[in-house]
């Protein structure tokens, strides 16, 4: 079963419009951390938020917000008045301890990213 | 400064070779990574390590064979080069030890993409 599933593989919107990018998480554990990455045509991996399982507070950065439900373990992503700049692959992830190394370490696991294409 | 920087950008060889990545950090961190980036995007982890120490090894074949000289350096040599491992390499660290949940931000190299030809 994938720990972290994007169900939306590519999303297109026109310039100003709204979009969500939906993430859904599977986990055991009560402690845990949820992270978004954006890669940009240009290939690197962007850093934009982390929060821990405990804090359940939407968050929001300028035009980004996130919005967390452990009741669905829903972790999705909403930009708002998108530009073309936000033109990436965005992946949602998980990390949590390793069982396959005795919890010993922890993993991040990537979804499979949504391409979001905003067109001018 | 560049965080997280690893070398070459692009690396075309002929299957059969042997190759390196090679990957420094200068953010003083503990833990460093490499993952592998597939056609469709797919990220998945091929190695952590920690303190020039191995800790996670993800089923991958032994013709891959990290070496962290320090815990500022980690390096991916590739032996046998095949098709199949065509790819985006990406090498990350991080300030925890990978046994902290509470410091796990990773960050990340600009990526190799290799080309097995």
């Known amino acids: 079963a994938q720990k972290v599933t994007q169900a939306q593989t590519e999303i297109s919107v026109v310039e100003k419009e709204d979009v969500t990018l939906d993430c859904v998480y599977e986990?055991?554990?009560?402690?845990?951390?949820l992270f978004w990455y954006k890669q940009p045509p240009s290939g690197e991996l962007v850093f934009l938020i982390r929060r821990n399982s405990f804090d359940e507070q939407n968050e929001i950065s300028g035009r980004y917000s996130w919005n967390f439900q452990k009741s669905t373990s829903s972790f999705n992503f909403t930009i708002t008045a998108s530009q073309v700049v936000d033109s990436a692959v965005y992946f949602c992830a998980l990390s949590e301890p390793a069982r396959d190394y005795g919890g010993a370490t922890n993993k991040l696991i990537f979804g499979t990213g949504t391409l979001l294409a905003v067109q001018p | 400064d560049t965080a997280v920087s690893q070398t070459p950008k692009y690396l075309v060889t002929q299957m059969g070779n042997d190759k390196s990545i090679k990957c420094e950090q200068n953010?003083?961190?503990?833990?460093m990574y490499w993952y592998k980036q597939d056609s469709k995007k797919f990220l998945k982890i091929m190695f952590s390590y920690n303190n020039k120490e191995l800790i996670i090894n993800e089923t991958v074949p032994n013709r891959f064979s990290p070496k962290s000289p320090d815990k500022a350096h980690l390096n991916l040599h590739i032996n046998s080069l095949e098709l199949g491992d065509s790819a985006v390499y990406f090498c990350?660290?991080?300030?925890?030890?990978?046994?902290?949940?509470?410091?796990?931000?990773?960050?990340f190299g600009s990526g190799t993409q290799l080309s097995v030809l």
């Open positions: 986990t055991r554990d009560t402690t845990y951390y």
């Open positions: 953010l003083g961190h503990d833990t």
């Open positions: 990350a660290s991080s300030p925890g030890t990978g046994l902290d949940l509470t410091n796990e931000k990773l960050f």
